[in-house]
């Protein structure tokens, strides 16, 4: 069989895997408008979760070893997106923690990706979208359920609760970035919006 050849999945939970290794990789790549990469960008998402943290902390739910978080808070220090300051804890050490241009940034890029999920569901009736979230839920609590730590394995469910209200965008907001959606036509951007709120 030739490499390039198309892959046809054979049973469906081939079908699943198959889909999610083209959806991941395409959510993980820059879109339009991203100024850094996803991997950073993990940061920002852990922070805008949980709050300030020290940087073992960070490292830990990142799943990363203190270097690599390291590396990635020092580049992001020095696009003013995150800050050190004291750990009122321990005056040895510090916590990282978001600025607000870095609040801003995580907010514009998960808006970004939010409109390409909801661009890709154009044509889906309310039905579809409800269900698939509902299927979606359900799976990814399976998979948490198997592989996630006991401790503290609900922070980014807390975290993301509190932010998503700050990410449904004003309707006006809407009109203006609908650069993913497939038509121009007011009715087209009128059924994307009404599927991106019932996602979020």
């Given at each position: 069989?030739?490499?390039?050849?198309?892959?046809?999945?054979?049973?469906?939970?081939?079908?699943?895997?198959?889909?999610?290794?083209?959806?991941?990789?395409?959510?993980?790549?820059?879109?339009?408008?991203?100024?850094?990469?996803?991997?950073?960008?993990?940061?920002?998402?852990?922070?805008?979760?949980?709050?300030?943290?020290?940087?073992?902390?960070?490292?830990?739910?990142?799943?990363?070893?203190?270097?690599?978080?390291?590396?990635?808070?020092?580049?992001?220090?020095?696009?003013?997106?995150?800050?050190?300051?004291?750990?009122?804890?321990?005056?040895?050490?510090?916590?990282?923690?978001?600025?607000?241009?870095?609040?801003?940034?995580?907010?514009?890029?998960?808006?970004?990706?939010?409109?390409?999920?909801?661009?890709?569901?154009?044509?889906?009736?309310?039905?579809?979208?409800?269900?698939?979230?509902?299927?979606?839920?359900?799976?990814?609590?399976?998979?948490?359920?198997?592989?996630?730590?006991?401790?503290?394995?609900?922070?980014?469910?807390?975290?993301w609760a509190a932010v998503a209200p700050r990410l449904r965008p004003t309707p006006a907001a809407e009109r203006?970035?609908?650069?993913?959606?497939?038509?121009?036509?007011?009715?087209?951007?009128?059924?994307?919006?009404?599927?991106l709120g019932s996602t979020t």
């Amino acid at each position: 069989m030739q490499v390039n050849d198309a892959y046809s999945p054979q049973t469906p939970i081939e079908g699943v895997l198959h889909a999610f290794t083209r959806i991941g990789r395409r959510l993980k790549a820059k879109q339009p408008g991203d100024t850094i990469d996803h991997s950073v960008h993990l940061v920002l998402f852990v922070l805008r979760c949980s709050g300030a943290l020290r940087l073992s902390d960070l490292a830990n739910r990142m799943e990363l070893d203190a270097s690599t978080a390291s590396r990635h808070v020092r580049s992001l220090e020095q696009l003013g997106l995150v800050r050190r300051s004291p750990d009122p804890d321990d005056g040895r050490a510090f916590r990282v923690e978001l600025t607000e241009k870095g609040i801003e940034e995580w907010d514009a890029g998960a808006r970004r990706r939010m409109e390409l999920l909801s661009a890709a569901m154009d044509g889906w009736s309310e039905d579809d979208v409800l269900t698939f979230e509902r299927l979606m839920t359900r799976f990814a609590d399976g998979v948490a359920s198997l592989t996630d730590p006991a401790i503290e394995k609900s922070w980014a469910d807390k975290g993301w609760a509190a932010v998503a209200p700050r990410l449904r965008p004003t309707p006006a907001a809407e009109r203006r970035t609908q650069d993913f959606a497939t038509s121009g036509d007011p009715a087209a951007r009128e059924n994307t919006d009404k599927k991106l709120g019932s996602t979020t």
